[in-house]
């Protein structure tokens, strides 16, 4: 402890780092901020940067990473490494690990407490495995649905996006992140990274200052509130400045404006783009001097970073109070995360020689952490659309055989079915239902891994509900997700002819979206249309319902579906759980409860369809599509059925600081027990820049059973209503906003009253 007086867990952690910054050289302050992939160096390189004194490695594992660590807690001070995993939607790229469903699917619960389940067991695994840090969640806003990246956001709306995420933050690091189950969050990424040109990703997000401030900006300071303590930097310029060379962004926002002591790092070889793709400099040194300048604390796979900043030091070409200040963050944080302090957090052994490996290997995917997956997915399914065939609803279904098996609806309001048809690309595609971001893709790929999970398509949990309820199952593929197949789609259609209801699973697949997979057209692949469509002749013949399941990433172009279908049901990447889950509902042990996080296109070419849109002269529309989207923000409908009246606010003045509480009654006038999600919208009337039809500034969600009525009550701080200036100052203007309340963004959706800001 003499030698080493920064170990002593009794001192203040701002104590702590400058005794140890004290001790270290420059050499060792520049190798702290250098992060090294295990996926593109040999051991050996690996090793070598361990003994110089990385101060992080990402996409390691198991024993790699228990090696690693121990070299590097062999060096002269001992810093630990800290080491950093993609863990998206769970510790997905560990096989073996939980899949939850996607962010965008989980967005569709509007549950905060529920991301933050998936926050704590995600948590819980990564920390199992000798890992500190999540490069999640992901701040970033779905607007052009071209973009691959969609299904790692919250969806399109920044209030909702700040909520889940923040959520997903306090999974994570819960009260005290040096617990040894919890781990370090990453905001990501920072920032507008998914407004880039074209909705191709990393180009030159073309976003005035005071659109960044009042679009872009507010979840992630919602993060920094939070104690999010890493932030990662976008790839793409903001207006011509990449974001790991925006000093205005970094420092005077993010760091002196918000606070944020934490540290950033720059995403997958930043700096080197600096250099090869937005030619900001011509060498390492210019391109390190640019991004230490402008405020990234640790550098992500650019390795050359290391001896450039030598370099740099030697000629007094840097300021070497930015090194002491971004070496002082990494610090702080691996303080704050226990690394110097907790044993488990710094795994040295091997798993065959350490006696807690058996255990922490029990950890993934164990029966606690599968309830908690199951509970997602089922919440994050969205029935679009019911319409009745022969007298009643399509869904749900019951078998003849369902007497004692539980039912959310009364006997005999189901539609009973002897046999149904399971047809589709999709009904039996685990990567489609997984997406992006596992051990299929990461950290390098391979699709043709096995899950060491047991996975359950949409063909195996309707398999499942069936057999328990005496429904027998015909299966077929139908169509391939990219080939046309006019004989495969007749010998599905024939099958379809012996069913009493159809289930077809179309949607997207695994190399059709996630980063780098960005499209031009949104249109279904392949045959899937033809397939559908050919399906419902059949089912309209015979008066039995066509149901449409989605396995996507992200929203595409289903107008074609739609109109073809019965009933319509989104799951989005539902996950390891996601076929039980979706099962469970179309066979009526469950509600429905989801709600889109994001607006679905009538066709590509209508991007953008997000409900927050600035009004326009013709209104927004184009001459040949019509103006409102197929779905909107916040839709989602259920077994029975809300009616909303009475809104009332608890003052009808309020000044700019006050909070209004704004009240509802939900009556349940159908014939089930359900959740609602009651949403509340804000317009601001008459303003001096254009604004929104309409924001998103509250929502809960409030359980009723059949024939029950609640009132219901959001705050509305009055400072949420501010409107960003074009010289980027946040102001409540004084005048008269329309508040509304209701199902979802549609006015038809919603109520309203005035409130008056003085």
Known sequence: MTNKPWLDSTLPVENRVALLMEAM????????????????VTPDEADEWARKGAGSFLHILGNNSRR??????????????????????????HNGATVFPSQLALACSWNPELAEKMGEVTAREVAAEGLHWAFSPVFCLARDLRWGRVDETFGEDPFLAGKLGCAVVRGYQGDNPADDE?????????????????????????????????????????????????????????DRVPCSAHKKLLRDVLKDELGFSG?????????TSLIERHHLADNYEDGSRIAIEAGNDMIMTSPEFYE????????????????????????????????????SKVKTLTLESDPDAKAAEAVFNCEAHQKINYESALASMVLLKNDEVGGKPALPVRGPAASGVPSVLPDGNARVVKTIAVIGPNADSVRAQFGDWTFFTHPVPHLDAIPELHVTTMLEGLQEAAAEQGVRV???KGCDIFDPAEETIGRACRLAKKADAVFVCVGDTLVQTGETHDRADLALSGAQDTLVEALSAVCAKRKTPLVSILVNGKPLEFERVVGASDAVFETFNSGTLGGRAAADILFGKAAPQGRLPVSFPRTTGQLPVYYNQIPGWHEGSYFDCESTPLFA???????????YSDLRLSASTVSPEDTVQVSVTVTNTGACAATETVQLYATDHVASIVTPVRELKGFTKVHLE??????????????????????????VEPGTFSIQVGHDSRPDSLLSTVLTVQ
């Not at 660590?69 to 510790?91: K, M, N, S």
């Not at 074209?198 to 993060?223: C, K, N, Q, W």
């Not at 923000?633 to 009616?643: L, V």
């Not at 074009?726 to 102001?731: A, F």
């Open 25 to 40: 050289t420059t050499d060792e302050k520049i190798a702290q901020m250098v992060q090294i992939s295990y996926s593109i």
């Open 68 to 93: 690693i660590q121990r070299l590097a807690t062999e060096t002269r001070l001992g810093i630990p490494v800290i080491f950093g995993i993609d863990a998206i939607h769970g510790h997905a790229i």
């Open 182 to 238: 919890r781990i370090i969050a990453c905001a990501k990424h920072y920032i507008a990274y998914g407004e880039s040109t074209g909705g191709r990703d990393s180009y030159d997000s073309s976003v005035s200052m005071r659109t960044v401030r009042d679009i872009f900006l507010p979840p992630f300071a919602e993060a920094a509130r939070a104690g999010c303590l890493t932030f990662m930097a976008g790839y793409e310029p903001i």
């Open 263 to 271: 540290f950033v790092v720059t995403d997958w070889s930043n700096l």
């Open 308 to 343: 450039a900043t030598r370099a740099l030091i030697e000629k007094t070409a840097v300021d070497p109070t930015l090194i002491d200040d971004a070496v002082a963050r990494i610090l702080r944080v691996k303080f704050i995360a226990g690394l110097f302090d907790v044993p």
């Open 474 to 476: 015909l299966y077929d």
């Open 633 to 643: 923000f916040g839709e989602g409908i259920t077994y029975t059925w809300f009616e």
């Open 706 to 731: 059949r024939g029950e009525t609640k009132t219901v009550t959001i705050d509305l701080p009055v400072e949420s209503l501010a409107i960003v200036t074009p010289d980027e100052k946040r102001v």
